[in-house]
C-alpha cells in the first residue's frame, strides 16, 4: 500500500466480484488503465473516483479504506490480520464493548478539564482509546453483518441517517 488504504481494499473488492480493470475502471468512470495505477500505487485515487467505486460496490472495507485515506487516518482502520468471521466480530466487539463500560466506571467525565489532575486525565485518556477501540470493533461487526447476510452498507448508513432525522438528532 504505497498511497493509503484505498489501493489495497479496491483490489480486494475486483478480487471477490471478479472484475477486471477495465470493469472497475467502468464503474468509477476512468480508464482501466487508472485503476491499475490506484490498485499499484502509484497513483493516488481522486474523492470521485473512490465514490463512484464506493457506491458501485457497496462494500464496508473500500469505505473504511477511502475514509482512512481521506481523513489522513483518522478512522477506524480495516484490521487485516484477524479472524473476521462474524461471530468472532462478534465476541470481540462485546469485549471492547465491556471495556468501555469498565473504564468508564473510573473516568471522572463530570469534571471539566481544568478540574482534572494528570491521574484522572490518565483514565479519561483510557475511556478514549478503549471507546476507539469499540468503535473499531463495531463498525467491522457492522461490515460482516452486510456482507454475510448481503445488506447494503450504503442502504444501512441512509437508514441510520434517517432514523437519526427523524429522532430530531441531525438537521
Not at 15 to 27: F, I, M, N
Not at 50 to 69: K, P, T, V
Request: aromatic share 6%.
Amino acid at each position: 500500500m504505497a498511497i493509503g488504504h484505498f489501493p489495497s481494499a479496491l483490489q480486494d473488492v475486483m478480487k471477490r466480484q471478479g472484475h477486471t480493470l477495465a470493469q472497475t475502471g467502468r464503474a468509477a468512470n476512468v480508464d482501466g488503465s487508472q485503476v491499475g495505477k490506484i490498485v499499484k500505487g502509484s497513483r493516488r485515487a481522486s474523492k470521485p473516483v473512490m465514490r463512484a467505486a464506493i457506491e458501485h460496490y457497496d462494500d464496508g472495507q473500500l469505505s473504511l479504506a477511502a475514509a482512512a485515506d481521506v481523513t489522513g487516518g483518522a478512522f477506524a482502520p480495516w484490521l487485516d490480520n484477524v479472524d473476521l468471521h462474524r461471530a468472532s466480530v462478534l465476541f470481540k466487539t462485546i469485549e471492547e464493548m465491556q471495556e468501555v463500560l469498565e473504564a468508564s466506571g473510573h473516568a471522572p467525565i463530570s469534571k471539566t478539564n481544568e478540574q482534572i489532575n494528570e491521574t484522572e486525565r490518565q483514565e479519561i485518556k483510557r475511556l478514549l482509546m478503549e471507546t476507539v477501540e469499540a468503535i473499531t470493533a463495531l463498525t467491522h461487526l457492522a461490515v460482516a453483518i452486510c456482507k454475510e447476510y448481503s445488506f447494503s452498507w450504503l442502504g444501512t448508513w441512509k437508514d441510520h441517517r434517517a432514523e437519526l432525522k427523524a429522532k430530531n438528532y441531525v438537521k
